[in-house]
């Protein structure tokens, strides 16, 4: 067996024997009824970032769509499955909160300060595009002393909320107040969780 293989059946050993048992009947109680999570958090494939531990989040609560950059083409575009996770979480299981969360250090967010760094990606090239907005508003926004990494984290994080306004589904459940949204920048290493909402562009801590 590879070593990968193994470490990762230890890993599923410890959790049927530390952590399963305390929570067995939590596991049940949510797999006996239909799920009802209040939120979806779409955030970026990184494998530091644990969207469940961060938000101390119970089996049920939070609907998870991740991939490279925590992004959201715009309605109609080559989603990569983005769409269709959207359009179930609003309309059939009927989260009432939508949050894009980005992070510190992105791979995918350098990957747009170094243009040409991901050339021998075509496919992750082509996802960065999505990004490509954030890019031209962080080289606007930036001034000489901030952290371009940081700037375009946070100019991302806004572009992606706005790409989720162009999806009839979630168009509706604003309108209707059904379906509230947020941006989170989390800074792994620190701990610490930036936010912005209620059509503000300005990052606070929680
Ligand atoms: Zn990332």
Redesign the pocket.
Known sequence: MDEVLHRLKQGIRRFQTEIYPARAEQYERVMNEPQRPHTLIIT???SR?QPDILTQADPGEIFVSRN???MVPTYGETSGGVDAVLEYAVAALGVQHIAIC??T?????KALLEPGSAEAMPSVSAWLGHAQAALAAAHALASPEDNLLRVITEQNVLLQMSHLRTYPVVADALAKGKVHLSGWVYDISAGQVSLCYDGSTAFHGV
């Not at 250090?105 to 967010?109: H, L, R, T």
Request: hydrophobic share 35%; aromatic share 0%; net charge negative.
């Open positions: 970026c494939a990184d970032l490279i950059g925590n980005g992070h250090n992105c791979g995918a967010m």
